[in-house]
């Protein structure tokens, strides 16, 4: 691969929609709170589910994530790392079955400007750097 188009498509909420859990790092959970008007206690509170190694998104009822609404993210400025870097995953540049797999669902990817594969890869990175264990062995 020498590189790959991304550009989002405005009004699309496809991969919020998705089935999966959104992980937040403890960086994420403070910016969401902040931008919520919320301390990060009471944003864990009301929103967060903490393992022992992970920090997740709560779904509500009947939907895949509490701050998805008819017009797109309510926290869409401080919406958690794996949202903000989609679809730029290290599982999904670095495997170009899973990239075309994940365009069925995503009308951006291979839309938009040519992003060099080794950009995208660095930005993938951060998905690493950002949940730790998440990407081992
Ligand atoms: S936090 Fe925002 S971007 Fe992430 S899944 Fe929820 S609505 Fe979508
Ligand atoms: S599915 Fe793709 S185009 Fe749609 S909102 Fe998500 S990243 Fe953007």
Not at 14 to 27: I, K, P
């Amino acid at each position: 691969m020498e590189g790959l188009r991304f550009a989002c498509v405005p009004g699309c909420t496809n991969c919020c929609n998705a089935r999966g859990f959104v992980y937040l790092t403890e960086a994420d959970l403070q910016r969401a709170a902040a931008f919520v008007g919320l301390s990060a206690g009471e944003f864990e509170a009301r929103y967060v589910y903490r393992t022992r190694r992970r920090l997740r998104l709560r779904k509500p009822r009947g939907s895949q994530c509490h701050f998805l609404e008819s017009g797109g993210c309510r926290i869409h400025p401080a919406k958690p790392t794996q949202c903000r870097l989609f679809p730029f995953w290290p599982e999904l540049v670095e495997n170009r079955k899973a990239w075309a797999t994940a365009a069925r669902n995503c009308p951006g990817i291979g839309a938009g400007p040519l992003v060099q594969i080794g950009s995208a890869v660095e930005i993938a990175s951060e998905m690493r750097t950002a949940y730790p264990g998440m990407y081992d062995g």
